[in-house]
């Protein structure tokens, strides 16, 4: 490493700007309110409140510009930063398990990119926020010791857009741009009944038929979480590509307006994760994610920035599961789960509704505006919960391809885990009352990538499979029964 690298660094000036971009966005539709409902008390006020906020960011990113230095040497990344309370982190450059750059479109305009340095553990990491692309780009190269040649595992295909009308939360986006319209409207204190067309839009609405009114509802709100689905799909996944470096990191490239680059050490990879959800899995597609130390998997943020794939084909998710993995551990038959854990999730599925029926036609008898027949809504539920039950006792499943363990399970949202069989460090074991009726339990694998479950495995049937999986690690906490005395003649 030169010398340069051993000097202390400091962020490109103009992050003052990309800090200002940020509250732009508020400032300008406060303005717009003021524009539609007039220069009132109630309006100008809150946009004097955010010009103010906009003046204050640009002084809060200057201090952090003049006072942030940052620093790679042959063994650390340091980082300094703070004015009147100094802060100095640092991390070891054997311990940085992933590099994230980031580009905002006002990043891209400035030919900046944020820089996200992830040691795999809680707020362990480092963030430049914002270098040079050209430097961005040196840093991550640098501390994953990459090259410029690499090998495509993926690259986004233009039918693949498709499976974006398959999301769902394509009911929510729909949704969104009016809850988000009235929000404004809201904390700007303006009433809807004072907005000229508004009030017109209402009086038609008001004259239509019911029924009428709710099918272009149900229309307009689907066709804008269609469109709105589709745009999303587009600006997170645009020109998407996996690669493979020649040092084993995996190198993930997507975004339209905010370009985002990820680098994963192939040397904190614990596994693959196959996400299968209802829609998708109809239309023949399925997501897939890594398994990285140090993740949670339950942190939306976290659990995006591991992914391997856009919603794309099953089939090409698979390929690409097999490469990362070396095999295909996906593929593998699974072991079914006991018939106990089918009568248990039928269980599961009757019994609500069965408590359900009987309160609301007591409701319905007792209170006249509660229309009658509702508790039929409830017993028409086990025509949608039964087939959920069902499939979600088939889709039950657990076995092992090699070095990994696989597990399966999930009716809405199907998933299936590849997980390191050494990366296991504990045996998480749970009975609920109703599984020790019908003697189950649930099964977890603790990994420094997530814990991995086998739900509802007969009680037998799962410690063996824990011993066989991992040899020795769940022996000294078996009882094992005595032996049967001889039988004296």
């Given at each position: ?30 303005g ?36 942030t ?17 100094r ?23 400035l ?83 004072e907005?000229?067309f ?20 149900v ?7 269609l469109?709105?689905a ?7 996944w ?66 995006t ?61 007792w ?6 027949a509702?508790?039929?809504i ?15 006792y ?7 391809a ?55 495995v ?7 499979f ?11 906490f ?6 049967p ?5």
């Amino acid at each position: 490493m030169n010398h340069a690298d051993q000097e202390w660094g400091r962020l490109d000036g103009r992050t003052v700007v990309t800090g200002v971009s940020y509250v732009t966005g508020p400032v300008i539709a406060a303005g717009a309110v003021v524009a539609v409902a007039g220069p009132t008390l109630r309006t100008v006020i809150p946009l004097l409140a955010l010009l103010a906020v906009l003046a204050g960011t640009a002084v809060l990113f200057s201090l952090r510009y003049a006072t942030t230095r940052y620093r790679i040497t042959d063994d650390r990344v340091e980082l300094r930063s703070g004015l009147l309370f100094r802060r100095h982190r640092s991390i070891p450059r054997d311990r940085v398990r992933a590099v994230d750059l980031t580009a905002g479109p006002a990043h891209r305009l400035l030919g900046l990119a944020v820089v996200r340095i992830d040691a795999g553990e809680q707020q362990a990491g480092l963030r430049l926020d914002a270098i040079s692309r050209s430097r961005a780009e040196s840093v991550r190269a640098l501390l994953l010791a990459g090259s410029t040649a690499e090998s495509t595992l993926a690259a986004l295909r233009p039918g693949w857009i498709g499976f974006a009308l398959l999301s769902s939360w394509t009911p929510l986006i729909g949704l969104a741009p009016f809850g988000a319209f009235f929000r404004v409207l809201d904390i700007f204190g303006v009433e809807p009944a004072e907005v000229g067309f508004l009030r017109e839009a209402w009086g038609e609405v008001s004259a239509a038929p019911p029924l009428l009114v709710a099918v272009l509802a149900v229309l307009i709100v689907a066709v804008i979480g269609l469109v709105g689905a589709l745009a999303l799909y587009v600006e997170v996944w645009w020109r998407f590509s996996l690669s493979r470096e020649p040092g084993g990191a995996y190198r993930v490239r997507r975004g339209l307006l905010a370009t985002r680059s990820l680098s994963l050490e192939a040397g904190r990879l614990r596994g693959v994760e196959l996400a299968e959800p209802i829609p998708l899995r109809w239309g023949g597609g399925a997501r897939l994610r890594a398994l990285v130390a140090g993740v949670d998997p339950d942190d939306d943020e976290e659990r995006t920035s591991t992914a391997l794939l856009p919603p794309a084909p099953r089939a090409t998710a698979l390929r690409v599961a097999t490469q990362v993995l070396g095999g295909p551990a996906l593929a593998v038959p699974l072991r079914p789960h006991p018939r106990q854990a089918l009568r248990l999730r039928l269980f599961r599925a009757v019994w609500p509704l069965a408590l359900a029926v009987p309160a609301l036609a007591g409701l319905g008898w007792w209170l006249s505006w509660v229309p009658d027949a509702l508790w039929m809504i409830a017993a028409a539920g086990v025509l949608i919960t039964l087939p959920l039950a069902v499939d979600a006792y088939r889709n039950l499943g657990h076995g092992l391809a090699g070095p990994y363990l696989v597990t399966r399970y999930g009716a809405a949202r199907r998933r299936t885990v590849a997980s390191r069989r050494d990366g296991v460090i504990g045996w998480v074991i749970g009975r609920s009352p109703a599984q020790r009726r019908r003697g189950l339990m649930t099964l977890a694998a603790a990994t420094a990538a997530g814990t991995h479950r086998m739900k509802d495995v007969g009680v037998g049937e799962g410690v063996a499979f824990a011993e066989e999986a991992v040899p020795g690690l769940l022996a000294p906490f078996l009882v094992h029964a005595p032996s049967p005395a001889p039988v004296r003649s």
